[in-house]
């Protein structure tokens, strides 16, 4: 099939079904990238659900960092943002790499690497969404009930420590308040003696203390 044709004026013209022919079998040619094939083998080693949310998660760790890529290393559609490995796409925010993630075209793709990796796993499939197991859904609820438990206990702790900060403040301050007020007691009995001996030396009257001459 000819890529481009001249009309009867010699005007150029260009068989875009040609070229997107000979890109798709460009494509199955190439397989997939080594990138892809690691996240089929993660894939397989921990489930369809702890793939994805471990997807997630290296994604949404890696905002606000910069990484370098070799040049031979952009392929597909994957330039910047946010990527996924298993379809080699990237996206501008979280939110659309959320979205492709849920999507059946997702869903296909990772199941099509896994059937070329002989890891396919089990699970009923609908539109392209494979379904959880009973023992899937299982895992993911004692996991968020641990999770829910470890915050709950970690909170108890930081209102225990709360509590204790409190407590050693209070007593601080109140030491402090009878210490001042000691030392302004002790401070107006000095003053008081102060007056009475001014006093009494005012009125002609001696102290006790001894008149032996020397």
Request: aromatic residues 4%.
């Amino acid at each position: 099939m000819d890529k481009t044709s001249t009309d009867q004026y010699g005007r150029k013209s260009w068989n875009v079904e040609a070229y997107e022919a000979e890109a798709k079998k460009g494509q199955q040619k190439k397989g997939p990238s080594e990138e892809a094939k690691a996240a089929a083998s993660r894939l397989a080693a921990s489930g369809h659900l702890q793939q994805r949310a471990e997807l997630l998660n290296e994604s949404i760790t890696s905002v606000k960092k910069r990484t370098l890529i070799a040049d031979s290393a952009l392929s597909g559609r994957k330039r910047f943002g946010f990527t996924c490995p298993i379809c080699d796409l990237s996206f501008r925010d979280t939110l659309a790499l959320v979205d492709h993630i849920n999507s059946p075209q997702h869903a296909r793709k990772a199941q099509e690497l896994a059937r070329i990796a002989g890891t396919e796993g089990t699970g009923e499939v609908s539109n392209g969404i494979r379904h959880a197991t009973p023992e899937e859904v299982s895992q993911t609820i004692e996991l968020l009930v641990a999770k829910k438990l470890r915050e709950n206990a970690a909170s108890k702790t930081m209102e225990s420590m709360q509590e204790r900060v409190r407590k050693r403040a209070a007593f601080m301050e109140k030491r402090s308040s009878r210490r001042k007020e000691k030392r302004q007691k002790k401070k107006g009995g000095q003053e008081v003696a102060e007056e009475e001996s001014e006093m009494a030396k005012t009125m002609g009257f001696g102290g006790f203390g001894s008149t032996k001459v020397a």
